[in-house]
Every structure is written in structure tokens, then in C-alpha cells.
């Protein structure tokens, strides 16, 4: 079982810039495709940015180039730099940690992109 937990959401203005981030409760990353995930009011659970087993990232098309998607080991710890946030980056973020046989969820945190 792996415990995950994000932090970091709030209230920012549009252009402004969060880092989220997602700590496990133990060394995790060699075993899981890490990913972050958010849902906005009414809609659908997209896919914004995942790290592969073998490190490789890849992202929405809606976010590249201005959120990245990184991991720290030696904290167990993984983030998401949002810059440039705009209204439509509104949402719930979550954090998910998925293998063949495992697929864990954080309880999420919310991004409000506002002025």
C-alpha cells in the first residue's frame, strides 16, 4: 500500500505560477508510472502530465510548455511547476501512482485560477 498526498493548490491570478507537489509514503517511483490528473467542474478526469518507468515525461497538449512534471527520490516526493496558469487550468489535481496490479489515488487539491 502506498499513502500519497498533495499540497500546494490555491487561489493565483491568470499568468501566475504554483508548484504542486505529491509525497508517498514510501520509495515508490522505480515500481509506478507517476502521473497528475485534474478534474474540473462538470467535467471528465484528464491526464496532465505522467513520468514513465523509465523517466520519460509526457504531457497534455493543453499544458506544454508551460507546466513540468518532476520527481525527487531521495524525498519520495513528485511536482507539478505550473506557470503561466490561465482560468480553464481551474480544476482538482490529483496525484496517481499506477502499475498492472496497483493503482493509487491522492485525495487532491484544488487549483483556482481567478483574478
Known amino acids: 500500500q502506498v499513502q500519497i498526498v498533495e499540497s500546494g493548490g490555491g487561489l493565483v491570478q491568470p499568468g501566475g505560477s504554483l508548484r504542486l507537489s505529491c509525497e508517498a509514503s514510501?520509495?515508490?517511483?522505480?515500481?509506478?508510472?507517476t502521473a497528475w490528473y485534474r478534474q474540473a467542474p462538470g467535467k471528465q478526469r484528464e491526464l496532465v502530465a505522467r513520468?514513465?518507468?523509465?523517466?520519460?515525461?509526457d504531457y497534455a497538449n493543453s499544458v506544454k510548455g508551460r507546466f513540468t512534471i518532476s520527481r525527487d527520490n531521495a524525498k519520495n516526493t513528485m511536482y507539478l511547476q505550473m506557470n503561466s496558469l490561465k482560468p480553464e487550468d481551474t480544476a482538482v489535481y490529483y496525484c496517481?501512482?499506477?502499475?498492472?496490479?496497483?493503482?493509487?489515488w491522492g485525495q487532491g487539491t484544488q487549483v483556482t485560477v481567478s483574478s
Open positions: 513520468i514513465s518507468l523509465s523517466g520519460s515525461t
Open positions: 514510501r520509495s515508490s517511483f522505480n515500481r509506478y508510472v
Open positions: 496517481n501512482f499506477w502499475s498492472f496490479s496497483n493503482d493509487y
